[in-house]
């Protein structure tokens, strides 16, 4: 039996039944109807998003996205191998190579300086692993950039090295004639005195006596700028430009064995010893120039004589006879 309700009608002291219109009565119904099934339909939604509910398609994504992470996390590990590698590789360019070749070093802020400017990584921006990829590919870049620098180092120093291995070569690093050939040494690089008018002077080079016909060797690798007799005082004479500021004269020859623009190498014959021009015996007249200033020969005489031959050679010298021109 349905529950009978009243209310109080204070107006005429009384208690009425309260009758439900069935307008009214629909419109709760349908309320009710509507809230349970909004109700129903975010519960729906929410339980789809719950493990329970995952599709096929949802585990197959969320395994690339795990896989992914991974990825990039051994890619990681292998850019700081990469990293450590370059890092050493580095050290050896600043502290040994530039060192060695007497050239500046690479500051650490220019190797691995970032890109400033306009943003590079803003597609890669507002995903989920953003962060994570965007970091990645900072390093990449950095790293990138770092080996590119250091290639480019690198060719550097080949060009160095090359440019330093003709510089040993064009040295005058050994005696034009070997000590087996040697009368004796004549004459030293200084003042001594001259032979014709007896005169204190400036000798500008090294007197090597030998038999006429001695061989002469080129002391470094370069090109015979000279080979004639048109040189005051010096008869049949050669000079060599070898480069880097170096010149040599060789003169009194008694023939050449080279001619104008002939490539000598260090140890090539070029002519003989003779007596031609202002000499008053068979012998060589040996110079060194560097720079366009005349230098002592001696100082280069490392190529082909050990220590003991050097001090007497220094010894003998070093006395202030008469040169033999």
């Excluded at 992914?68 to 990469?82: P, S």
């Excluded at 060695?100 to 300086?113: G, L, V």
């Excluded at 291995?165 to 690089?189: C, D, R, V, Y």
């Amino acid at each position: 039996m349905k529950k009978v309700k009243y209310y109080y009608d204070s107006e005429n002291l009384a208690y009425r039944k309260i009758v439900t219109k069935k307008r009214k009565r629909f419109g709760y119904i349908a309320l009710f109807i509507l809230s349970a099934g909004v109700f129903g339909i975010l519960s729906f939604i929410a339980l789809l998003n719950t493990p329970f509910f995952e599709t096929p398609k949802d585990r197959l994504q969320a395994r690339e996205i795990q896989n992914l992470k991974i990825r990039y996390a051994i890619l990681n590990t292998k850019m700081n191998e990469v990293d450590a590698v370059l890092e050493q590789i580095e050290e050896r360019d600043n502290n040994l190579y530039r060192t060695y070749f007497n050239t500046s070093i690479i500051p650490e802020e220019q190797r691995k300086a970032g890109f400033g400017g306009v943003n590079r990584y803003k597609d890669l921006e507002g995903y989920n692993n953003s962060e994570l990829v965007i970091n990645t590919s900072k390093r990449v870049d950095i790293l990138s950039k770092q080996a590119a620098i250091q290639s480019r180092s690198l060719d550097e120093i080949v060009k160095l090295a090359k440019e330093k291995e003709k510089l040993l070569a064009a040295i005058p690093a050994i005696q034009p004639i070997k000590n087996e050939n040697l009368k004796h040494m004549a004459s030293g690089f200084g003042y001594r005195s001259d032979p014709f008018t007896k005169v204190r002077k400036f000798h500008a080079g090294m007197d090597f006596s030998a038999k006429r016909g001695t061989p002469i060797y080129a002391t470094g690798d370069g090109v015979v700028d000279r080979a004639d007799n048109n040189a005051s005082g010096y008869g049949n004479h050669i000079v060599v430009r070898h480069g880097f500021g170096y010149e040599t004269l060789y003169g009194h020859l008694s023939k050449y064995n080279v001619r104008k623009g002939q490539k000598v190498k260090r140890g090539d014959v070029i002519g003989f010893v003779g007596s031609t021009g202002r000499s008053e015996a068979p012998h060589l007249h040996y110079e060194v120039h560097k720079n366009g200033e005349v230098v002592n020969p001696l100082n280069y005489y490392y190529g082909n004589i050990s220590a003991a031959e050097f001090a007497v050679i220094s010894k003998l010298a070093s006395q202030e006879n008469q040169s033999l021109d």
